[in-house]
């Protein structure tokens, strides 16, 4: 008999069926008893009257495994609109002590740290399948917009000789007895590739050595990186970049209902046209509603972040702003200047919801000038020779960005901690589970 998922038990009214799963519930009440299933698409609920079935699981504990077969009975009122009558019975696996956290509730009380301590278990709990269901999708469809525009996935390495932007963010190990470091980011390969593909793409790991546990930083963490060459302005990287996270939403609403009703959660809102302003500009609208004077800042707190996202929201009912030309100062050395601002430069940052979620920009994409930019930031040309060869031999102009997964998914769903997005989150702290 072929096994029956709990979506489509309502299809099989009055057959007979096979469904497996983890016991989520018992309801022993009696005469008649319920057991809720749960598999990998909901939940089931199973009726139990016959005294040698419910002898059989009387003393299971929840997250024992069985498979049922039965006769599926329509019911409106019931879980998915069917439940299963008359079931026969087969043990699967015994769930051996009871569970450290309970996860059949409607909500987890039980503090960052013991969730992620017994985060195995804890993710079979319904809101965080639902959170880890949605970032699924997330991921499938930046993939699906990138490639709907003609940029070709690749896979850079985690593995690296240099360090991408310098600075002491770096987790340093020997390598076949020689230096080597974790991928702070897959820029200079997306960079590489554009020479080959004009346009690329990734989800890629990478690692920063923080050295402290905040809400929104972790030590591993995946990026939507993106490259593209032939760009007439960085604003075609900001158009593209919108345009993802435009897509990207539409495909959560429409695929994933259930999961964002389980949540109570609502998507962010992104309007047609939203809101691109310069630094210095942020900073003024900043100062004019709030009195506190930043203006001399070469970057935005986290604290302005939210500030700007609320005056921002309530101006333009927008959850996104886009804030360009960051001094040199605060850019890496691959980082275009502005010809009319030399200053400042052609980036980006993506604020969400008060939360950066990507940074960008357009590219040095002249060999001469890449060297004097690297050796303006304290760094040595030797150490990125492979990188700017490339730039001997004719590169366009281009840029990109990257994009953080699990802040994206974060701020979407409006999260208090980036690692209630991280499926196995390492940090300052922590290296397990």
């Known amino acids: 008999m072929k096994r029956i998922y709990s979506l489509d038990l309502k299809k099989h009214n009055k057959e007979n069926v096979l469904v497996k799963g983890h016991i989520f519930q018992k309801r022993m009440m009696g005469k008649v008893n319920f057991i809720i299933l749960r598999d990998r698409d909901g939940l089931i609920q199973i009726v139990l009257k016959d005294a040698k079935e419910i002898l059989k699981v009387q003393d299971l504990m929840d997250e024992s495994v069985i498979e049922v077969k039965g006769i599926c009975v329509y019911d409106d009122r019931s879980l998915n609109k069917a439940e299963i009558h008359e079931p026969k019975i087969t043990i699967i696996s015994k769930v051996t002590e009871p569970l450290k956290i309970e996860i059949n509730k409607p909500e987890i009380h039980a503090n960052i740290d013991t969730i992620l301590d017994n985060r195995p278990i804890v993710l079979r709990a319904p809101k965080e399948r639902a959170i880890f269901k949605i970032q699924a999708t997330m991921a499938q469809a930046y993939r699906e917009y990138a490639i709907s525009e003609n940029a070709t996935e690749i896979f850079p390495p985690t593995i690296v000789g240099s360090a991408t932007e310098g600075g002491s963010e770096l987790f340093k190990f020997k390598y076949y007895g020689k230096d080597a470091y974790l991928s702070q980011s897959a820029q200079l390969y997306k960079q590489i590739m554009v020479g080959v593909f004009e346009k690329v793409f990734a989800i890629a790991h990478s690692y920063r050595a923080e050295k402290y546990g905040t809400s929104r930083h972790t030590s591993e963490f995946i990026q939507y990186e ?24 539409t495909k959560v609403e429409k695929d994933n209902a259930k999961e964002l009703e389980i949540l109570q959660k609502k998507l ?21 509603n709030t009195k506190i004077d930043k203006r001399s800042e070469n970057d935005l707190s986290p604290e302005d972040e939210k500030t700007i996202s609320k005056i921002i929201l309530k101006k333009y009912k927008s959850d996104l702003v886009v804030i360009t030309h960051y001094p040199i100062s605060k850019r890496p050395f691959y980082t275009m200047p502005d010809k009319d601002d030399p200053d400042n430069t052609l980036s980006f940052d993506f604020i969400l919801r008060g939360e950066e979620i990507a940074t960008g920009g357009q590219r040095i994409n002249d060999y001469k000038q890449l060297i004097e930019s690297i050796k303006k930031k304290g760094m040595n040309p030797n150490d990125f020779v492979d990188f700017l060869e490339i730039f001997k031999y004719g590169m366009p102009e281009e840029g990109g960005f990257g994009m953080g997964f699990e802040r994206l998914t974060q701020q979407f769903l409006g999260l208090s901690n980036v690692r209630e997005a991280t499926l196995f989150p390492r940090d300052v702290k922590r290296i397990s589970p």
């Open 226 to 249: 993106f490259e593209m060459g032939f760009i007439d302005s960085y604003l075609d990287i900001i158009s593209f970049c919108i345009n993802a996270i435009r897509y990207i939403k």
């Open 268 to 288: 962010p809102l992104i309007p047609k046209d939203i809101p691109i302003l310069k630094l210095k500009d942020a900073q003024e609208i900043i100062f004019k």
